[in-house]
């Protein structure tokens, strides 16, 4: 039987490239914001590449310099994504849906988190159906307006949820090396990554990953092995 000490009870997944499959529209809609001010979209593609994870109004700062020019590049990427996303452009990765399901079954609070905003997190969930699938979704607003790398979302959803007395007890899951740095900075005793999406394995690794699975489909698996240890 499972000591209730090392129980993880608070799962917390990201969307896209983790449970999500968007189809590159990440890249799509960034090609629609950098037009939007009169920008090459190819000048930042590799930047968008490679920090895929984090919070987008973090990205367009960096990209973009000053704040205004960031928001208006931020509202342009959310507004193409969600058309995108209307448009039948996402689906649930395979075995995603089931994993979560099966997480909640065993008694687990399951937290979705994402690097849009809210809205475009709105759309995404319902376009999959998914608004009543988990007991909180959460994207930076809701965690005091930083993302990943930060481990605002993760201590937000502990904090909301109540689900566990401490962090070691949160289990996380993500595609990106900012998933793994949000999570080890959370204190979280499982931090996985999954690859299904953007990042590698080595990479996944270097950002301090406990695990690497194929797909987030092996999660519920792997907390049953870490738990009967």
């Known amino acids: 039987m499972s000591n209730t000490n090392t129980t993880y009870n608070l799962v917390v ?5 983790t449970t999500v499959a968007d189809g590159g529209l990440v890249e799509q809609a960034f090609a629609a914001a950098a037009r939007s001010l009169g920008e090459d979209p190819e000048t930042g593609v590799d930047y968008v ?7 987008k109004i973090s990205v367009f700062r960096h990209l973009f310099g000053d704040e205004s020019r960031a ?3 931020n509202t342009a990427f959310e507004e193409a994504y969600g058309e995108l996303v209307a448009g039948g452009r996402v689906s649930a990765l395979p075995g995603a849906r089931e994993a979560i399901e099966r997480l909640r079954a065993e008694g687990r609070t399951v937290v979705l988190t994402t690097g849009f905003a809210r809205v475009t997190q709105d759309a995404i969930l319902g376009a999959l159906g998914w608004r009543d699938l988990v007991e909180l979704t959460l994207c930076p607003a809701d965690a ?4 990943r790398p930060y481990p605002d979302m993760v ?9 566990v007395d401490s962090v070691r007890r949160i289990a996380l899951a993500g595609d990106t090396s900012y998933d793994m740095l949000s999570g080890v900075r959370a204190g979280a005793g499982v931090v996985a990554g999954v690859l299904t999406g953007a990042h590698g394995k080595d990479a996944l690794y270097e950002a301090g990953a406990t695990h690497v699975l194929g797909s987030v489909a092996e999660l519920p698996d792997v907390l049953a092995r870490a738990e009967a240890s």
């Open 49 to 55: 590449r490679a920090t895929m994870g984090e919070s």
């Open 13 to 17: 997944l990201d969307m896209a490239g």
């Open 144 to 147: 005091g307006g930083r993302g």
């Open 155 to 163: 201590l937000a959803a502990l904090l909301r949820t109540g689900a």
């Open 71 to 73: 928001r208006q590049a």
